[in-house]
Structure formats: C-alpha cells, structure tokens
C-alpha cells in the first residue's frame, strides 16, 4: 500500500483543481470496496477496472476492511490497490472496533486530501456510509454509490439507513443493478436524474479452453451420466442452502441414481450445520461441498442444471454464469432473479422459502432432458445479449464520460432509471 501522510498546504490548495492533465491521460476512477475477497462484488469490480483499463481509464480501488483473495489479479491488469493499514485482533472489543472505523476515516481523508480522483465510486451500503462523508469533506464532488443488494438489512439495521437516507440528499449518483434494487432506491427517496441501473456482466475470458466435462467429473468422483445439480452461492443463511437441501431430501428418491449436488462457496460459517443436516436426510453420498474455489467455469460446465435458492439477492452473477454455461437454471422469485431467468424459457422461477415448490422444479427438469438442453442454449444466448462483460463494460464507460461531461444519470439512454420498468419487490425482501 502506498504510504499514507498529510498532504502539504500547497497540495490542499491546488486540491479543487480538477487536473487537465489526468484528464488528458485518461479519467481516474477510485473505486471503494470493503475488501477483495472472492465472491460477486470483487469479481465485478475486477471485471469492470480491467475492461475500463483497456478503455483508456485509471481505474484504482481502496480497501476500507482488507482481504486480499483476488488482489494479484488486479495488480497484474495495472490496477494499483491501496488499503488502509489499521489492523484489529482476533478478538476486538467494541471500543477497539470504534477506534479502528475512526483511524480507517482519518486515513481515507488524508489520501482522498493527497490524490485527485475524477468519480469516486462506492459499492455496497457499508463502505458509502463509511465513505461518503470523508469524500465529501475532501471535496471531491463527483460521487457514485452502487447498491447490489435489496434494502432488507435497513430493518435490521435502522441507523444505517436513516444515514444513507441522508446522503441520497447529497447529490450523490446511484446505481443498482437490478429493476428492483432501482425501485427500493427511488422510493427512498433517491430522484430519477440521479437514479441509474446498470446489469452485472460476465466475463467470458476464463470460460475458454475449459477442460472436458468428463475429465472434471472423473476428477470429482462423478459418473458421466450422473445428474449433476450446482448451486454457487458462499455459505450464508440467506442464500438458502438448507431450503435446497429439504427440497432434495422431498425427490432423492425419485431422482436418477448417482445424481450430485456441487455446493461450491465459502464457507461463511454454517458449512458444518449445512453438512450434519445432509448427513441427516441421508443425502451424504449425494452432496458435495466443495468450499471456495477458483475453477467455477468448469465446475459449471461440468453440470446439468444451476440453482439459486436464495431468500434476498439484487441481481447475481452465480445466475448469469449459470446461464453462460449452458445450464437451465432454477431461482427464487426474489431481487432481479426474475430479470435474468425468464420463467419457461431458460429456467423455472420458484417462491423463496418454499422447499416444495423448489423441489418439484428441480425433478421436472431432472426428468427433462430435452427441456434442459433447450432452455439452457436459450440461457446462453440471453447473457450474451444482455449480460456480457462487453456491455456491462460498455454502459460504465458512457455513464462516466457523459457524468464526467456534466451530465446526470436522468439523461443517458439506456441506463436512466426512468428507461426501466419498475419491480414490485417480494414481500420476502
């Protein structure tokens, strides 16, 4: 990380300059995140700062928390990574804790106060709320929050969303990244010249050159003609693994012998609970929980159908690579689930929280296979007109040359809110 020290009395005049010259060298773009750990949120933003690179923008980031999973991929694209250095022991108290955010603010003013940056761009809730105030007190005026998620967490949390009820007052801009998560964020209070929404993509660089899908199964234990089911979702209660599993345990009977579940995501501490409740409904043979890992692509390629039983979601990449693979994929009617997988057409949309529902959609295709093979070429072909790293890529290109030219986001085609139909958010977000 560069050093971090107080910028000199001339550098704090010249700070509202915005430079012509890094302009004249391509725009550069701060993002802020928690941290690189693989999952959703990193894996886009190293898809978005790559492909911005290659655009002719300076794309840098900022780790407010650390973790470090995916940062060699960023350095090695010529993305610097910066990171605030206050660590906390294994086991801080709430005062240590209190003490660390303070120190990761006064360290985020002091680079924010020693390099220009041309957009600001926060993602998710926590890292806006933590940093939005700083960049404002630095006098940085050209701010971007991304929200990925539904806002169920503000009823948890009420004070986190009162505060990001104040800076959507800010003149902040917004993105989400779903129909839905555009219309929770304008009936916060978020107006449509601010409100924008840009899809996630995939990038497909990484699916090239995949080993065969024999050679992967035999490499997992797995039969060639075993039905192979896949859900890619890190192991948090949310995202509702123990709803697939009793959807399981209902049809195991009546599935095809040596059928297997790849659960492939990090084990986000209910890894040991899911596999005692697999062990419990004898579905030990059937379930294999593979942790975190970095050969997504093939584990996909290598299965029959993708699943996403989450209870919230604003809009998942695991759905969308599902449906790069080929895979007709079977999601919970919550976020933008509904947006990517089309009901009937390149999967089977089913109610959060309902096992029974869950399971009787993954017996008809289990027992489909013609119904499988059509709905996942339909899949495929969906992402590639609209979720691909290309236009993904594409929108945040136009949305910071035109911001950057002085427009709003209520002015740019195809990315404004107002373009956008409105989603009726489930009761269950």
Not at 42 to 59: D, N
Not at 376 to 394: H, K, N, T, Y
Not at 405 to 413: H, L, M, S, T, V
Request: hydrophobic residues 40%.
């Amino acid at each position: 990380m560069d050093p971090l020290s107080t910028p000199s009395a001339q550098g704090q005049r010249n700070q509202g300059a915005h430079s012509h010259a890094d302009e004249a060298v391509g725009p550069r773009v701060l993002f802020v995140v928690g941290d690189l750990f693989r999952g959703g949120t990193a894996t886009h933003i190293r898809m978005v700062s790559l492909g911005l690179k290659e655009r002719g923008f300076r794309p840098e980031i900022f780790l407010l928390s650390g973790g470090r999973d995916l940062e060699g991929e960023f350095r090695r694209g010529g993305v610097r990574v910066h990171e605030a250095i206050y660590r906390l022991p294994p086991k801080a108290t709430i005062p240590m804790r209190a003490l660390r955010l303070a120190v990761v603010m006064i360290q985020f003013w002091v680079f924010l106060l020693r390099q220009r940056f041309s957009i600001v761009h926060f993602y998710l809730p926590e890292n806006y709320i933590i940093g939005a105030p700083v960049a404002l007190l630095s006098m940085h005026r050209r701010l971007v929050m991304s929200r990925r998620s539904m806002n169920s967490y503000q009823r948890r949390f009420r004070m986190l969303g009162r505060i990001e009820h104040i800076l959507h007052r800010c003149g902040v801009s917004v993105l989400g990244n779903s129909r839905c998560v555009v219309s929770q964020l304008h009936e916060e209070g978020v107006p449509e010249e601010r409100l924008g929404l840009i899809y996630n993509g995939v990038d497909l660089t990484s699916w090239k050159s995949l080993p065969s899908k024999q050679d992967v199964r035999r490499a997992l234990g797995i039969a060639d003609k075993a039905l192979v089911l896949a859900i890619v979702a890190n192991l948090i209660p949310y995202k509702g693994h123990a709803d697939l599993l009793e959807a399981l345990h209902l049809i195991k009977e009546d599935l095809p012998d040596s059928w297997r579940l790849l659960v492939i995501g990090r084990d986000d501490g209910i890894g040991r609970t899911l596999q005692l409740a697999a062990d419990k409904m004898g579905l030990e043979e059937n379930v294999l929980f593979l942790g975190a890992r970095d050969d997504v692509p093939s584990l996909l390629a290598a299965s029959d159908i993708g699943i996403l039983s989450s209870h919230e979601e604003g809009f998942s990449n695991a759905l969308i690579e599902g449906m790069a693979a080929g895979l007709p994929m079977v999601a919970t009617d919550v976020g933008g689930n509904a947006e990517a997988v089309l009901h009937g057409t390149n999967g089977l949309i089913v109610p959060p929280k309902d096992p029974i529902s869950l399971s009787e959609a993954i017996e008809r295709l289990a027992m489909g296979a013609d119904e499988r093979s059509s709905m996942g070429e339909a899949g495929r072909r969906r992402m590639q007109e609209l979720f691909s790293a290309d236009r993904c890529v594409d929108n945040y290109e136009r949305f910071y040359r035109a911001y950057l030219g002085g427009a709003k986001i209520g002015e740019i085609p195809g990315i404004r809110a107002s373009d956008f139909v409105a989603c009726e958010a489930s009761a269950s977000d």
